[in-house]
């Protein structure tokens, strides 16, 4: 008898869910928006519940658009954003905030900064593998904060998962954690023998982070089977309780794993390719035999997805995040739905057409209104936009959407020119996320980086990798690796359009001049 799949993909304001067969061929797609509450500046948080909501309307979605029996679902997988879920030593949710219902400080919250740094000033050898600078971003600055200025609920909390570990505890009641998520958020050294360092933990005032976050000594491979479906969960998913439950990933790490797994295995294949995840933010990722450290880079992590194979990763806090940003305050933009940008991109293409390249070409953005992840390791860095008017007009806005984009793509090449600085001649992107619906962006990716183009034909890279991960759970495959050979998605390529370069060249001098002047400007303040 046939068996499937299911892979549940969360991202910060939706969970998706498909149903693939043991060849990689998606035969139905379901997606619920999530709840993203921001009560401050810096600040962000989730309710899991209402996460766990989202992902069983999905998942009951994507079984009605296959027409598959629900029986015949023989495991699932979760990939979710770096997002950190506090639970009590009861499993029930405990606030991270003000509001009781919300239990989890989103991926992009920046409470933490101050934590963060205090990690970075220890100098302690962890540091190596996050670039050398601890991000806001990670989980142990959070847990700091959490108990310093939380500390009633710091007392009470029994768990603490990443968002990808929650799911797989709320399906299948496994306290068991990914080699992925504690590896690449929690600073798990997985090339070691004693992976967690509790000298760092002692330092930096969490002395009783494993205990408190119910962590175990060692991870489970992605793709390791954690258990069947609980009564309950079952029956929220509509799927059989004996439905097994894989080790899942970081939804970033699960792209990477969908559109370039099978590569990465042959270092020959790899030689010269990264992997741009790119969806409310972006990750550069390199996937190599041997490990590649970078300063501002986050790694190397050994095998967070394949055993072998260790990932550096590059990224941009706000992409997706930032256009939806420059919709939304702009006095032409509004809310910023999928046919608002649609909109803008198609009288961005009328503009070009008529004023040609010169179109915009006296705006120029630096992205960083969320902080610079790489390869400046600068989380308090700001945006900046030079070359302003008066214009209010939807044109206007269209100017300075255009302009925007490119200054992520410059922002793309920055990370791309670090990484063949230190020795990996980055000429190929793999591109899978969210950003391959944006015509600009793409086309930018390819024109403004000078690298040739990779994506999916059916362009759910993260749930390609997440189902690989399912597979190998259900047994479908031995290994992960077989799964990533077995089901790689169908490809389609773009290359860059050489009579631009001389354009985005100059562009990309602009670009690197604007964050030299940055940094002069602070240093005056």
Not at 47 to 57: H, Q
Not at 82 to 94: E, F, N, Q
Not at 433 to 440: E, I
Not at 489 to 515: H, K, N, T, W
Request: with cysteine.
């Amino acid at each position: 008898m046939p068996k499937w799949v299911c892979a549940v993909d969360v991202g910060t304001r939706s969970a998706r869910a498909g149903i693939f067969d043991a060849g990689g061929v998606l035969l139905g797609r379901g997606e619920h928006p999530v709840t993203l509450h921001e009560p401050a500046p810096g600040r962000a948080e989730h309710s899991s519940e209402d996460i766990w909501l989202a992902v069983c309307a999905a998942v009951r979605q994507a079984k009605r658009a296959s027409g598959i029996a629900a029986e015949e679902i023989v495991g699932i997988a979760f990939d979710a954003t770096c997002s950190l879920v506090v639970r009590g030593a009861d499993g029930r949710p405990m606030p991270v905030g003000d509001a009781p219902d919300r239990d989890t400080i989103a991926w992009l919250d920046h409470r933490a900064m101050a934590e963060a740094a205090e990690c970075t000033a220890t100098g302690h050898p962890v540091l190596k593998f996050v670039g050398g600078v601890m991000s806001p971003e990670m989980q142990i600055p959070k847990a700091m904060w959490l108990k310093r200025h939380l500390p009633g609920i710091w007392e009470r909390t029994g768990l603490l998962f990443d968002l990808a570990d929650f799911l797989t505890w709320r399906s299948s009641g496994s306290t068991a954690r990914s080699l992925c998520t504690t590896t690449c958020k929690w600073t798990f050294l997985a090339h070691e023998a004693e992976g967690w360092r509790q000298d760092f933990l002692d330092l930096v005032g969490v002395p009783d982070l494993l205990d408190k976050a119910g962590l175990p000594a060692r991870p489970s491979p992605v793709g390791a089977d954690l258990g069947p479906l609980t009564v309950q969960a079952a029956a929220d998913l509509g799927l059989p309780q004996n439905c097994r439950v894989a080790a899942g990933m970081v939804d970033a790490f699960a792209g990477a794993l969908g559109v370039f797994g099978w590569r990465a295995l042959d270092a020959q294949a790899s030689a010269g390719r990264a992997i741009l995840v790119a969806g409310t933010s972006s990750c550069v990722m390199a996937m190599q035999h041997q490990p590649l450290r970078l300063a501002g880079f986050w790694g190397p992590y050994s095998g967070p997805t394949l055993p072998g194979v260790w990932m550096t990763e590059g990224g941009q806090s706000a992409t997706g995040a930032l256009l939806d940003h420059i919709v939304k305050v702009h006095g032409a933009g509004g809310e910023p739905p999928a046919e608002r940008h649609r909109a803008i991109a198609a009288r961005v293409a009328e503009l070009r057409a008529a004023e040609g390249e010169d179109f915009g070409r006296r705006l120029h953005v630096l992205p960083d209104f969320h902080g610079n992840r790489s390869p400046l390791a600068e989380p308090a860095a700001l945006g900046v936009i030079s070359g302003l008017s008066l214009d209010a007009s939807f044109d206007g806005l269209c100017r300075l959407y255009w302009r925007t984009c490119v200054g992520i793509a410059l922002g793309v090449r920055q990370i791309v020119e670090a990484m063949r600085v230190a020795g990996q001649p980055v000429d190929t992107l793999h591109v899978t996320g969210g950003h391959t619906k944006n015509p600009l962006l793409m086309e930018l990716y390819a024109d403004a980086t000078g690298c040739r183009l990779v994506e999916p034909a059916l362009d759910e890279g993260v749930l390609f990798g997440t189902a690989m991960a399912a597979a190998t759970g259900a047994g479908l495959f031995e290994t992960l690796a077989a799964a990533a050979l077995a089901m790689r998605p169908r490809e389609r390529e773009r290359s860059p359009d050489p009579s631009l370069r001389a354009a985005y060249d100059r562009d990309y001098r602009i670009f690197l001049e604007m964050q030299r002047q940055r940094r002069v400007i602070e240093g005056m303040g």
